[in-house]
């Protein structure tokens, strides 16, 4: 049965209710059609729900997405590029009490410091780290990271990533899903009501499994990037259901049982 106006009206209202006391989105400075704010709204809305903005210090990295990082109504601490994860250990273990997160794009978390959340998961250090991946440096003008697709236009492969000259992009989800200190490794996206949907409950949890102590949680999230893309902003999440999605498959790539129970 259709929807009647009144039903529509209330489903309207539910999308367009911002969380009021863990993110503040109101109005921000991202390009048109960026999937960053998406990511943080998740991430916002699940601190929330689980009211935990007040107990929750988040390390930040370095890209186009810290300029959403003052709307986060929770601590914070900022990380040279690619360093998150180091500092968020140091924060964990020194606070272990409080929940810990890090927000890092691919430039930062893959390209320059895939070696800190490698180790990071291989000790089972318990916090959570969310990965923002739009295949680019968005920051700094959009030139190719370590998970570029082959075949990709950036502005430093203009002829599309060359596997034979660049070598090939790494999966970062299934990557950190192989260590045995990782609790929980997961990948998601937001350019599809569904895919957010399914998101979110990817994002509850990885926080619920550092609130049970399970070691490591990480989920990486695909945001629309139309500007480093070279693309209209109503074309970039078709792009992403074509074609990123699937070469970077959607889908939890570890969940212990007790995370599962956790959840
Ligand atoms: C050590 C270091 N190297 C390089 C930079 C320059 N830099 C700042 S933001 C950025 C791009 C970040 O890209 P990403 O993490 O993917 O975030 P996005 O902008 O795409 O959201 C770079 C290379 C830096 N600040 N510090
Ligand atoms: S350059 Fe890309 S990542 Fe940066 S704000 Fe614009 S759309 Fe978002
Ligand atoms: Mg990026």
Do not use: W
């Given at each position: 049965?259709?929807?009647t106006k009144e039903q529509a009206k209330e489903q309207l209202k539910k999308v367009w209710s911002l969380p009021k006391n863990?993110?503040?989105?109101?109005t921000h400075h991202m390009c048109p059609g960026c999937g960053e704010p998406?990511?943080?709204?998740?991430?916002?809305?699940?601190?929330?729900?689980m009211g935990i903005q007040e107990n929750l210090i988040?390390?930040?990295?370095?890209?186009?997405?810290?300029?959403?990082?003052?709307?986060?109504?929770?601590?914070?601490?900022n990380a040279l590029h690619g360093r998150a994860p180091s500092v968020a250990t140091g924060v964990k273990r020194m606070l272990p009490d409080r929940f810990v997160i890090t927000i890092q794009g691919d430039g930062d978390l893959v390209s320059e410091g895939?070696?800190?959340?490698?180790?990071?998961?291989?000790?089972?250090?318990n916090f959570t780290v969310f990965l923002l991946n739009n295949m680019v440096n968005g920051e700094t003008g959009g030139h190719m990271t370590a998970t570029t697709m082959v075949g990709?236009?950036?502005?430093?492969?203009?002829?599309?990533?060359?596997?034979?000259?660049?070598?090939?992009p790494i999966k970062t989800a299934e990557l950190l899903a192989q260590l045995e200190g990782t609790a929980y490794s997961a990948r998601g996206s937001v350019h599809s009501p569904a895919a957010i949907i399914r998101t979110k409950r990817m994002v509850r949890k990885a926080l619920h499994a550092q609130r049970d102590n399970l070691g490591f949680s990480f989920v990486e999230i695909l945001t629309m990037c139309p500007t480093g893309w070279f693309m209209e902003t109503w074309?970039?999440?078709?792009?992403?259901?074509?074609?990123?999605?699937?070469?970077?498959?959607?889908?939890?790539?570890?969940?212990?049982?007790?995370?599962?129970?956790?959840?």
């Open positions: 049965m259709p929807m863990s993110v503040n989105l109101g998406m990511a943080y709204r998740i991430i916002g809305e699940i601190i929330e729900e988040q390390v930040a990295g370095i890209g186009c997405y810290s300029a959403l990082d003052v709307m986060m109504q929770n601590d914070r601490i895939i070696a800190e959340a490698v180790h990071c998961a291989a000790r089972g250090e990709h236009k950036t502005k430093s492969t203009l002829q599309g990533r060359d596997a034979k000259v660049h070598g090939m074309e970039a999440p078709q792009f992403m259901e074509d074609t990123m999605t699937k070469y970077f498959t959607l889908g939890e790539f570890k969940v212990p049982e007790a995370v599962e129970a956790a959840a």
